[in-house]
């Protein structure tokens, strides 16, 4: 059977990339998204095992020495990791991965496996990323600094991502990552396997 993609999202806190992720599950239900370990604390919304398995240091550390992940990263003092057996079978089954994570875990991905296509979401402007962070009423002046400060290291690494998508409207954003997904189907390489036709 076909191998299904692993497909990278990152973007700074705020530009709507979790949105642009329900799109394109909605869209394409053969695509499947990875649910992380972290250490952080578990946000009121949140349930254990759906947005996240929320794990404790130990574990995480655990999980690491076991070579459990794919990638794992640390961000704002907690760490994140892409449990691997889940995503190797998804990928076995033909289904397509999608795996939301910062920068560093991306590169790491792009490392181990170059045919992963990776896409940063980026806002129109710096502004309008303020603008959307200081909409979310429950984050203070503090932790908006520091996300701002988060996003201007995250631009920095973007150029590094097979592809950028800017957020301005939320249905061009994800038909332009569906765009990418299609183009990467019909690229001549993958395109001609499926047909069988490639020669000898
Ligand atoms: P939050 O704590 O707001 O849910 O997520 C913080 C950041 O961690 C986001 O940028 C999110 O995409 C990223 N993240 C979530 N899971 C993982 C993961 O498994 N690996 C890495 N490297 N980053 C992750």
């Known amino acids: 059977m076909k191998k299904g993609r692993l497909i990278v999202i990152s973007g700074p806190s705020g530009v709507g990339k979790g949105t642009v992720v329900k799109g394109l599950l909605a869209r394409d239900p053969n695509t499947w998204l990875s649910v992380s370990a ?4 578990i946000r009121p919304s949140e349930t254990d ?3 996240y398995h929320f794990i404790s240091h130990e574990q995480f550390d655990r999980m690491i020495a076991e070579g459990q992940f794919l990638e794992y990263a640390r961000y704002v003092n ?14 076995a089954e033909g289904r397509d991965v999608l795996l939301e994570i910062e920068v560093q875990g991306a590169l790491q991905i792009k490392q181990k496996r170059p045919e992963a296509i990776t896409v940063f979401i980026a806002a129109p402007s710096f502004e309008a990323l303020a603008a959307r962070l200081r909409g979310r009423r429950d984050t203070d002046e503090a932790a908006i600094a520091l996300r701002l400060e988060t996003a201007k ?3 920095r690494i973007a150029p590094q991502y097979d592809y950028i998508v800017v957020n301005d409207d939320i249905e061009t954003a ?3 990552v569906a765009a990418i997904l299609r183009a990467d ?5 993958n395109h001609l396997k499926e047909l069988s036709l490639g020669g000898n």
């Open 153 to 155: 290291e995250e631009y």
């Open 78 to 91: 907690n760490c994140y990791g892409s449990p691997l057996e889940p995503i190797e079978q998804k990928l």
């Open 49 to 51: 095992g759906v947005q």
């Open 185 to 189: 189907t019909l690229r001549a390489e």
């Open 38 to 41: 972290t250490t952080r604390a």
């Open 174 to 176: 994800v038909a332009d």
